[in-house]
């Protein structure tokens, strides 16, 4: 069953097209890897399906309800959660008042909302932390917390931006153990944006490549690893970079 | 025993008038009392949910002269302008956000600072309404003694300090915090941050206007350039609360005192006149350079400064 549906999303900046025409399903219960060079339009993506831009064309519908007309907060209210690719903890907060402030969407109470806070923090593996003001945490824990506060809202469907950029290789394996145990214990669906192109191979079911805005192709993982039009887009880069 | 702190300055001064201090002091009390209750006030907004105001005048002001005008057109108590303030603050603050609200940051500060000085000119043209310049004025003052306003206006500052205890711990007060910090990931945390903005203003503005309506009462005369000055109100009521200290439950009330206090010592002094306004300028550009957080924030800091300073004199 598709939960999600990307249909003919454009998104355009002044002249700048981020988004042309992107199409694809988000499947139940999938881990689907979002890829593509810096500036194809990644992350515009993920801020139009969670409602901070509307598209300037298309439609995005949640279990066959148009969302692409509503406020981010309606959106996580709907069960589409997510992670900032620039982490944007709430700095003055220690990391537990972080994910209490999110728990409370669906808690009643606060003692409810601590209750969820602290179980999802175990769950990231920050339970030792939840004390600390989240300004001080290193990068890899505020990753952490990124993912720890999405979950605090009992999403459906949570989007990670980058969750393992800037992480050691430690880091990232713990990463990818927490990212697969958010679907197999959890039962949540992801949308994952990643660069680290061993990460993303091993993690999703079915990636969608972007370049320049467009969807260059789809598919499995293997596929897209062969795949001459994806290599060729990752190696334009390379060029020019 | 900080726990316990409130409580015990709360019972010292339910026992205040029973020291006899002069008019004069208890006037002081007074005003530091109600300083408390704006500076209280302005932090839930300005404070906790991070949307600077400099037009709690307007707030402040409206308070005032709601109290003012049921007097004059009504013939009923001012004080009857307690409970009515309620409302009508309610309602402007409800308008106030919905105009002011979708700016952020320096442009909602800007914002509010017009409004403050729009609320002065409307009152001093409304003069059908308001007698304009003439001001307002009760003719039988309800009590000569002090007694009974200090005990009214302490009890406004402790039903307020409770409220923002209450909800500063509740699911709002996380909320506002979560949007001072940081608006888009609080939004995306399915935070609806218009609407708690708006909660925070409303509340934010009905104390300031409850301090208004009280100082009606208490004054017994308001002009437009009383309650709605821009510097002797608005600019006042965010020292009171940088000077003790943004988002602390104690700070406005530390900064309260202070700001009274500096006002009645600087008033004393021969020749300064209006050079108030300098020496508070100086004072506010001090504390943003080495207090940042206030005195409430940064006693640890200046703690430090004084120890430091013993061991190199001794
Ligand atoms: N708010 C905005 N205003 C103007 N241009 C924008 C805005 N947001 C994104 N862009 C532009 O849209 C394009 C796509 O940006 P986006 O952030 O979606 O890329 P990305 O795929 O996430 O890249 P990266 O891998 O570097 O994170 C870029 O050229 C970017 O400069
Ligand atoms: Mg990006």
Not at chain 2, 185 to 210: M, Q, R, V
Not at chain 2, 226 to 237: E, M
Request: glycine content about 10%.
């Amino acid at each position: 069953m598709n939960l999600i549906e990307v249909k003919n999303v454009s998104k355009r900046f002044g002249g700048l097209a981020a988004l042309s025409e992107v199409t694809f399903e988000l499947k139940q219960k999938e881990i689907l890897g979002l890829i593509g060079p810096n500036g194809a339009g990644k992350t515009t993506m993920f801020n139009v399906i969670n409602g901070f831009y509307p598209p300037s064309s298309g439609e995005v519908h949640l279990r066959g309800r148009k969302i692409s007309n509503r406020k981010p907060h309606q959106v996580c209210k709907l069960g589409v959660a997510r992670t900032f690719q620039v982490v944007r903890p709430l700095q003055r907060m220690s990391v537990l008042d972080n994910v209490i402030a999110s728990a409370f969407m669906r808690a009643a109470t606060k003692a409810q909302a601590e209750e969820v806070a602290l179980e999802v923090l175990k769950f990231s593996n920050l339970h030792d932390d939840r004390e600390t003001i989240s300004k001080g945490l290193p990068l890899g824990k505020r990753k952490r917390l990124e993912i720890a506060r999405a979950l605090a809202t009992l999403p459906e469907i949570i989007l990670l931006d980058e969750s393992f950029a800037g992480l050691n290789p430690t880091e990232i394996n713990e990463q990818i153990e927490i990212v697969n145990k958010i679907r197999s214990e959890r039962g949540i669906t992801i949308l994952i944006i990643e660069h680290h192109m061993k990460v993303i191979m091993s993690i999703s079911d079915r990636i969608v490549v972007l370049n320049y805005g467009r969807k260059i192709a789809e598919g499995i993982p293997s596929e897209i690893g062969r795949s001459p039009t994806v290599i060729e887009a990752y190696l334009g880069e390379e060029h020019r970079a | 025993m900080k726990k316990y702190l409130p409580l015990i300055i709360f019972t010292v001064l339910l026992a205040v008038p029973f020291i006899g201090f002069s008019t004069y002091i208890m006037h002081i009390l007074i005003l530091v009392l109600m300083w408390s209750v704006i500076g209280m006030a302005w932090n839930i907004l300005g404070g906790y949910t991070g949307q600077v105001s400099f037009g709690h005048a307007a707030f402040f002001g409206v308070g005032a002269y709601t109290a003012g005008i049921l007097y004059q057109h009504l013939g009923i108590s001012a004080w009857w302008g307690l409970p009515a303030s309620i409302v009508v603050l309610t309602a402007l603050s409800l308008v106030i956000g919905y105009i002011c609200l979708r700016l952020r940051g320096a442009y909602f500060a800007l914002a509010t600072l017009a409004l403050g000085e729009i609320c002065r000119v409307t009152a001093e043209n409304l003069v059908d309404f308001t007698r304009g310049n003439l001001g307002i004025l009760i003719k039988e003052r309800t009590w000569v003694d002090k007694t009974w306003y200090f005990y009214i206006i302490l009890f406004i500052a402790a039903v307020t300090y409770s409220i923002i205890k209450i909800v500063m711990e509740s699911k709002l007060g996380y909320y506002f915090v979560a949007i001072r910090e940081d608006q888009d990931a609080a939004e995306s945390l399915g935070i609806d941050t218009t609407f708690y903005k708006t909660i925070s203003l409303c509340l934010s503005g009905i104390l300031t206007g409850t301090a208004g309506a009280f100082y009606m009462n208490y004054m017994g005369y308001i002009d437009p350039g009383v309650v709605f000055p821009l510097y002797d109100i608005s600019i006042v009521t965010v020292m009171v609360v940088m000077v003790g200290g943004a988002a602390t439950y104690g700070g406005p009330v530390i900064g309260a005192v202070i700001m009274v206090f500096l006002a009645e010592v600087i008033r004393s002094l021969p020749h300064i006149g209006a050079a108030h306004q300098t020496i508070f300028g100086i004072i506010l550009i001090f504390i943003i350079m080495f207090l940042p957080n206030g005195i409430a924030g940064d006693y640890l800091k200046l703690f430090k400064i004084f120890r430091k300073h013993n061991r190199a004199s001794s």
